[in-house]
């Protein structure tokens, strides 16, 4: 069964989505279960329910859009993402992952084909995190990480609960959540990150997720004037927590393979003044690898040089990790499927891990997935100025629809 | 002429003046020419009174206590410090060098002896510059590096000028600015570092002042997320900027004598995030040295790692030079007086450059000048906290009262 999709209508699609909570400077805002959200759903159901397709929503208001195969008594096999977004976000993270599932629907109408197993497309509640916190708490859900009680107990800034915005929005389903089962999922996303542009390359196959883990940092030393203090009697806690992030930069930055991330997003010096030593300073770490146990010789080394710089700045180091997400490696099956659509494309493409979080991420606990990610200008998201051009989002969606049929129509 | 001063009357004093302005943690708030500092002043000018000292004040408000000598026509020989206080300041800062003055008169007033160069107790209007900015705005002025009415239109906070609070409280003065022409000044000051206490050293023979440039830093790269960035794309500030500041600690530390000092006292990340590379960093460093020429270098070598910081991180540097402050030397003779003081009370003593700046300072471009330190309790000052024994009270009101005699009785 060979589809193609057609690019131009999949861009008209986006830009229509994106003029529901348009912001000043070309992005969208619809944050989780908003008036805005509700309307950017309702736009997209009723472009399903032209097609024919069918919907169940689920407890946490993950919608599961249906496109009937021949064998509707087999598990169903499964696209999309998310159509939330940032305060100021942009018009494709997840939008595109949403619309291209839309796309080969629309192209499988055109051309009067039905796949063996059904189609689902799935938008997932919540992905941002910006309403209500964790990131990605419904597929979350969906794949058994938080209780359904719990998510829908969440509270926004102004204490509206998740479930209280659902009830609101009209998207409470009845699904239990966790259903229905599927036999794969696959998820197209812009990269948001610079490596498929910097390489001229439009394809990413994504075989994992990156390992990640969180530190908070305190170096606690004395404060003292800047003048009448000498250099080796001093406690200088920035002197400490510089050394340590130009020693793990040092590290990171030798690692030839690019698999080794550190990040210290966060520094602040307590009660800070030109002529004063800084006696204590707050810093977080984020580290990254794309290998389990190299990420644990990561945080090894973090640990000794975190004391090193303390013992070489007589100053007191303390450090709390706060959160870990481990190394997920995406169905071998999955990988291989996205990889033939790639190549079937003539594209240069790479295989690479995703270095940030995605609901395909909590769903490969479930079901066989993998991801397909496209260039987005500069590697930028999250963000009114993301970008990714018509050609990468009809290329990736076209790499989608491959993967998907290949799937759907594999002998039972 | 011997004389011994009276540690436990130098103390006596010390404590009562501390009752002036009171803290809640044992310290002193009398900022400048406030209440607090007028009541001071006038417990001062009481103690003086009764031992038949005269008075004048300039029309900045610095006090002039004159204790006749045998020649009455040759230049005073002056000490003296301040009275004002940081909002939450200690008891000895500036105070014990007013104080010690003022025992040296009661003192030879005991004895009933007479100098034959007639003696000055100087107390120097907002030291502080906790009121009115900068610091030193008085003895400055003195000396001719500000002017009258610059330093009168001078504004606190509340758009009060220093002028209308000279005439609110009294202390506005006739005395033209500059006189009297000093035959010499010491000022008794706390170290208000650690390097005496860590030595064991009972008196700092002050020889100058260190030199000292400010700068203000930015560094612009580019945020982007911290998971899908690889290193090599970065365009890390914080990076950076860690990276600057760990070479400028290291060249510091390597400088066996200590003479050299860096400070990076406030270090700002824009819109920090934890797992957001930093996008822009601003940091303010703080250069000190005792030799001129070596500040110079210091200053080139600052230049040179930032721009290889930049470089290196793919960042954009930039730096302003905000305020410099040349070396300073005292006068020899000055030096060598109170050297003698130290070495005849057979204590421990070192030569050592000031590392923050004294009313002293000023006055030296005017009149032969040295400075004697005594230790603080683990180096702190501008703190409630801070201390110095009743002992080295004691001891450097004694160094001060002989070099003052050796010199206000030395041939004509």
Redesign the interface.
């Known amino acids: 069964m060979t589809v193609s999709i057609d690019g131009q209508r999949l861009w008209s699609s986006l830009m229509s989505m994106a003029e529901i909570g348009p912001t000043a400077n070309g992005g969208s805002c619809r944050l989780a279960l908003t008036g805005e959200d509700a309307a950017g759903r309702r736009l997209l159901l009723d472009w399903c329910e032209a097609l024919g397709c069918t919907l169940r929503v689920d407890r946490v208001g993950n919608l599961f859009i249906r496109r009937a195969g021949r064998r509707d008594d087999l598990a169903p096999v499964a696209t999309g993402s998310h159509l939330d977004t940032q305060p100021k976000g942009g018009r494709f993270d997840g939008i595109l992952g949403v619309l291209a599932g839309l796309e080969v629907f629309r192209a499988l109408e055109d051309q009067g084909l039905v796949t063996e197993r059904p189609l689902e497309l799935v938008v997932w509640t919540n992905e941002e995190g910006s309403r209500f916190a964790p990131a990605m708490v419904a597929s979350g859900t969906y794949a058994g990480v938080f209780s359904v009680d719990d998510t829908l107990s969440r509270r926004d800034a102004d204490g509206v609960t998740l479930g209280e915005a659902l009830e609101a929005c009209g998207y409470a389903g009845e699904l239990p959540v966790g259903e229905p089962r599927l036999d794969g999922f696959f998820e197209l996303h812009i ?5 498929l542009e ?1 390489a001229g390359e439009s394809i990413g196959v994504v075989t994992g997720v ?1 390992g ?1 883990r ?1 530190f908070d940092v305190t170096l606690e030393g004395q404060s ?10 001093r406690h ?1 806690a ?2 400490a ?3 340590l ?2 020693r793990l ?1 040092a590290h ?2 030798a ?1 030839a393979g ?1 698999d ?10 307590d009660s ?7 006696g204590e300073v707050r810093l ?1 770490v ?1 580290l ?1 690898h794309v290998v389990e146990a190299e990420l644990d010789a990561l945080q090894a080394l973090f640990e000794r040089e975190l004391a090193a710089a303390g013992e070489t700045f007589g100053v007191a180091v303390s450090q709390q990790r706060i959160w870990a997400s481990p190394v997920v490696a995406f169905a071998p099956e999955c990988i291989e499927a996205v990889e033939a659509g790639a190549r079937a494309q003539g594209v240069p493409y790479r295989r690479m891990m ?4 995605h609901d395909a991420v909590y769903v490969s606990r479930v079901a066989p997935t993998s991801m397909i990610f496209v260039p987005c200008r500069d ?4 963000n009114e100025a993301e970008y990714a051009s018509p050609e990468h989002c009809a290329l990736g969606a076209q790499v989608l629809c491959d993967a998907l049929l290949g799937r759907a129509n594999r002998p039972a």
């Open positions: 990269e948001q990150g610079p490596v910097d990156q990640m969180w003292a004037h800047a003048g009448p203090t000498p250099m080796r009697l200088d920035l002197a927590a510089a050394h992030i130009d930069q990171a930055l690692d690019g080794t991330k550190v990040t210290f997003g966060c520094l602040e010096i800070p003044s030109r002529n004063v030593i800084p977080t984020d990254r995703s270095g940030a979080g590697g930028i998201s999250h």
